[in-house]
């Protein structure tokens, strides 16, 4: 028989998913809890066709609510560098959180989640210092940028990402690490060529490729669907609204990050490096733009 699997996402919504590839959202009427058809949750196993629509549903689920609201910025240099510290934050406690993780499972008797996350743990590892050399090759004092500068939206995700890692049965880790690497292996090479054309030194997208479609982000999504899909129902179920919150983090990181104009992203970044930083700002300079100037990035 074909697998059909379904967790209940939100008090009221349900992600449904057939092996087939069908997926559909159930929404349960409050006043008529014998509505909620797919309150119990689920107990079979999983297969890779459903997971994955239950996976990208949740996704789509979270960013929903703020869809259209969100702008297609500019892409600018300042707003670069600022993702590339992003970047930096969201890599640099990767494989001591993923290990920390691990040890977790390899002390509750589940060796094969130990030995997944191990592996995340090695292919995540330097990808930091992906984003430092890009930084670096921006023309930017990258260090002391990372080290003064956290953007807005990117700080409630890493510390949503070091709690799940520190919890008693840290399953939700997986569910985090799949909504970034799923989102950033959407990437597509148009929007690398993108970024190359607006720097001009030498290459600074070392970091956005690998996390990209070309890169070994589209891999890691791949064996983390078909582990996923091997896992017991109760830790799919986890995985996938783990999935959801993080994705609902995520969206609501993307809006703080549009608010913000190009002065005061600059304004932000020069003062976090202590130093004028011509190579990013000098092109909105010589537009001869204000720094108290309107937020420029911001469009209905
Ligand atoms: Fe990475
Ligand atoms: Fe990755």
Known sequence: MAVTEWVKITYDISIIARESGEVWFHTADATKPESDLFATPMTGAGAT???????DGAINLGFARIEQRLARPELTLAGYAAALIGAYHTSVDTPRNLRRAAKRFEDLGRPEVAAYLEVRAREETGHDRLALKDLRALGVPGERLVANYMPEGIAPLCKHFDELCVQDYPIGCIGYSYCLERIAALKQE???DKVQALCPGPDATRFLRSHSCLGSEVSHVEETIEFVASLPANDRTSVVQETYRSALIM???YNHELLKSEAELIEELERAAGERLPSIAGSFRSR?????AQPAAWAE
């Open 49 to 55: 066709g459903s997971t994955i629509r239950l996976l």
């Open 251 to 253: 969206a609501e990181g």
């Open 288 to 292: 001869g733009e204000k720094l108290d």
């Open 190 to 192: 148009s929007d690398i």
